[in-house]
């Protein structure tokens, strides 16, 4: 459910926010801090999850605690697992749909400027 982080990722994330010079090699120990942060960031997000879905699952299903769940608990609590990871998913196809939008709309920008430079350009030439 979360997603994966890999060193190439992190090294082009931060190139891409100039962390780092883009010819930037890093040493192998860089890359193994960066593969445990990586490593972290997925534990940490499954910690939130899990976290997450015990509070409202059996907030919701199971009134007090006890050794084992009756049915009709258990239940309850497989039908709000599975809404919980349908609505995580929808929201994750919905953030990526945006992202492309956003990337779409900053690469017209991009390329609208780029043709206003040329005209430009080209209307100063003699």
Known sequence: MASELNVADMETFMKSRGFLAPNFTPTESQR???QTIAEEVGHTST??????LTRKC???CVPYPREALNYTESNCVNI????????????????????G????????????????REVGEIQQKP
């Open 32 to 34: 193994l801090m960066a």
């Open 47 to 52: 910690l939130h999850i899990i976290d997450a």
């Open 58 to 60: 059996y907030g919701k």
């Open 80 to 99: 709000c697992v599975d809404r919980f990871v349908d609505a995580q998913a929808i929201v994750g196809q919905r953030m990526i749909r945006q992202q």
């Open 101 to 116: 939008n956003q990337q779409m709309e900053m690469s017209r920008e991009f390329n609208r400027i780029q043709k206003t």
